[in-house]
């Protein structure tokens, strides 16, 4: 069959009114989460996986990809308004956002930006569907050793690829790989650094990892910073429309932002984030007024925002197909998948197609519902940031361990849960990135099962990791990946590695 | 990004707090070296038995950890703002204080203790009030994720409560139909 009809067959699936339904909720908790700072995507599907354990499996992935989407698009609402990112993909948007909505065009800004992530979103979403088909073809060729050689691209571009510091990036993944050797080994069966400890024999929850690092480290870091920067929302003044002049100076930035963001979170190159700055960075060098960047022009906004979400679209091929997660919630996804015995692959594409297709084509609708969410009902998500800081991280805290307690309520789990939020608030003051800690987790032990059937295959001849063309050539990309980057740090060029750190989400 | 001037300026004393991160890293490696040491081989295919990825793992924390030992001879680490620690404490304190009371009191008196410090913590708020308010939202949130979302969470007096209120409630609907039988 090919692509559309699957598609169609995905429309038919994602138009049942219990999905329509999944996919609102999850778009709009997502836009809720977007536009409050200290609590992202990658969180709020963490928190949410205990909580949808009973529910039907399509469901609840149709609204995580929901809450994926939406976190993109309501970033961008909290970076135009309050010059606080609401999540790490919509750092650059501050750059000229802020700035627009300072000069009384908060409306256009927040229109470019929503119009612009609707176009990127639906045409990344197409190039997903009929780039997975030819991506799962290709992954049936793969063994383990290839696979093997795949995460090991995945951790080294998560890690040490981009970011200001490889030694830092690469300190987190090992931390992550660390703690996913935590709990019974697979094929001996014997526990490992477990400590006598029965609740650490199944090994460390991502969700709990990715609750307590994100939501805790992250809320006890902003109250440690004190009452520093009194933050002020800029109020939406003036029409919400975009002129003529507006729409010509965008359209171009958003077709360019999504051929930018797609391929750069396709390939395992890490989060959404690494797409914004090139895109912010092409659309300064192309712009023909060169003079309004960082004086709020609306193609640095325009672009950086279709980047984003175009990169969100591209992370799910990987996921989908290969089961690879490059970002932190990509990986929390997978454990959504795992949650139900499902196995991303290319396996799934023919033993659960409703599915896969369901979830793809759900994203489409939830595009055109994020429209309607974010722009005439923009004035809502507006009110959200005004909420008191006290209350606001408060409620946080309380559905950060409403989620752990229901998973499982056992006070180690709770003890972790305060363990790995100091951590992550220690990570945060010394400039340590946490995303490679939670790919390093769930990725750490498939690697490892991975490697050891290639060589159990091989009889322990490690060559065998090299001698097929596709694994040695992403071994190779790997390699270079890890090296090319200090080498530019040492020549002092890294201050545009820097610049695209990868943070959260 | 630190400015540049703070980086040229010539310090000759280590990044204190760095070294320790590293100290943690070589404690971390050792650890990890120690209990991949007391597994046993992974019967007929030895070679790469559950033991070897950590000692790979060990390995490589080992020589991060001596990396971070010359970033901090270096100055490599961002330059790290002054953290207050007083709403750490109260946050923290917080989160012990639910671990310490959630077997006793169960959810609502537990979180609504967490919610109350947290916002202590986070600002200015009078703590009896988000006492109050903190349980009555554990409360709602107890009753919609835990009996209508069938999650479980540890109950107490408030729950308690809360379900001999709702069948209370409920009761005349149910007795209705019951009773014309």
């Not at chain 1, 390699?479 to 740090?489: G, K, N, Y």
Request: proline share 6%.
């Amino acid at each position: 069959m090919d692509t559309f009809a699957l598609l169609l067959q995905g429309l038919a699936v994602a138009a049942q009114p219990i999905n329509l339904l999944y996919a609102l909720i999850g778009v709009t908790l997502g836009t809720a989460v977007g536009v409050l700072p200290g609590i992202g995507p990658a969180t709020t599907v963490a928190l949410l996986l205990p909580v949808t354990y009973k529910l039907d499996p399509a469901g609840s992935l149709i609204m995580f990809a929901g809450i994926y989407y939406g976190g993109m698009y309501g970033g961008s609402t909290t970076s135009i308004l309050l010059n606080t990112p609401g999540e790490s993909a919509s750092i650059v948007t501050a750059l000229e956002g802020n700035k627009m909505a300072k000069a009384g065009r908060g409306g256009p800004a927040l229109a470019t930006a929503a119009i612009g992530s609707f176009v990127a979103g639906l045409i990344a979403t197409i190039a997903l569907a009929f780039l997975a088909p030819w991506v799962v073809k290709l992954a049936l060729a793969f063994g383990p050793r290839e696979y093997f050689a795949l995460m090991v691209l995945a951790f080294v571009t998560v890690s040490a690829a981009f970011g200001d510091s490889a030694l830092r990036g690469l300190t987190s993944l090992f931390v992550g790989l660390t703690l996913g050797i935590v709990g019974i080994d697979l094929q001996t069966g014997q526990a490992r650094l477990n400590f006598g400890v029965p609740d650490l024999l199944d090994g460390i929850e991502i969700t709990t990892l990715a609750v307590a690092m994100f939501a805790i480290g992250e809320t006890l870091y902003v109250a440690a910073q004190g009452k520093r920067a009194p933050e002020t929302v800029e109020p939406v003044r003036g029409s919400l429309w975009m002129s003529a002049r507006d729409w010509a100076r965008s359209w171009k930035p958003w077709l360019r932002g999504t051929v930018i963001g797609f391929p750069i979170g396709a390939m395992p190159a890490g989060g959404a984030e690494i797409g914004t700055f090139f895109s912010y960075a092409t659309e300064k060098k192309l712009s023909k007024h060169p003079e309004e960047f960082g004086k709020g022009a609306i193609e640095g906004v325009a672009g950086p925002e279709a980047a984003n979400n175009a990169s969100a679209a591209g992370t799910l091929v990987p996921l989908l197909t290969l089961g690879l997660p490059t970002s932190a919630t990509a990986a929390i996804m997978l454990a959504g998948f795992q949650q139900y015995g499902l196995q991303p692959g290319p396996l799934l594409f023919t033993s659960n197609p409703q599915l896969v297709w369901g979830l793809i084509a759900s994203l489409l609708i939830a595009n055109f519902m994020l429209l309607v969410l974010n722009l005439p009902l923009i004035g809502l998500w507006v009110r959200l940031l005004t909420i008191p800081k006290p209350w606001l991280y408060a409620g946080i805290l309380l559905f950060a361990t409403l989620g752990t307690i229901g998973a499982n309520p056992s006070l180690v789990e709770l003890g972790m849960l305060l363990v790995f939020g100091l951590m992550g608030f220690g990570m945060r003051v010394f400039g340590f990135p946490i995303a490679p800690v939670v790919v390093g987790l769930i990725l750490g032990p498939m690697a490892e099962q991975q490697l050891r059937r290639a060589l159990a295959i091989s009889q322990g001849d490690v060559m065998v990791l090299v001698a097929s063309p596709i694994s040695a050539t992403l071994l190779a990309i790997a390699a270079v990946a890890l090296i090319l980057p200090l080498v530019l740090r040492a020549m002092g060029r890294g201050r545009i590695l820097s610049e695209v750190a990868t943070d959260n989400d | 990004m630190a400015p540049g001037a703070m980086r040229t300026r010539e310090r000759r004393r280590p990044d204190w707090a760095a070294l320790l991160v590293a100290v943690g890293l070589l404690g971390l490696a050792a650890l990890v070296a120690w209990d991949a040491s007391r597994l046993g081989a992974g019967g007929a295919y030895a070679r790469v038995g559950p033991q070897t990825i950590p000692y790979a793992i060990a390995i490589c924390l080992g020589s991060l950890s001596i990396w971070t030992v010359f970033a901090a001879y270096r100055h490599d680490f961002p330059k790290r703002d002054q953290q207050d620690p007083g709403p750490v404490l109260w946050i923290v304190g917080g989160l012990l204080a639910q671990i310490a009371l959630i077997k006793f009191t169960g959810f609502s008196i537990a979180t609504g203790v967490l919610f109350a410090m947290t916002a202590r913590g986070m600002g200015r708020v009078s703590l009896p009030l988000a006492l109050l308010s903190g349980i009555l939202i554990s409360a709602a949130v107890w009753f919609v994720f835990g009996r209508l979302l069938q999650l479980t969470l540890p109950a107490g007096p408030i729950e308690h409560l809360l379900v001999q209120g709702a069948e209370l409630i409920v009761a005349p609907f149910k007795a209705a139909p019951g009773g014309a039988v």
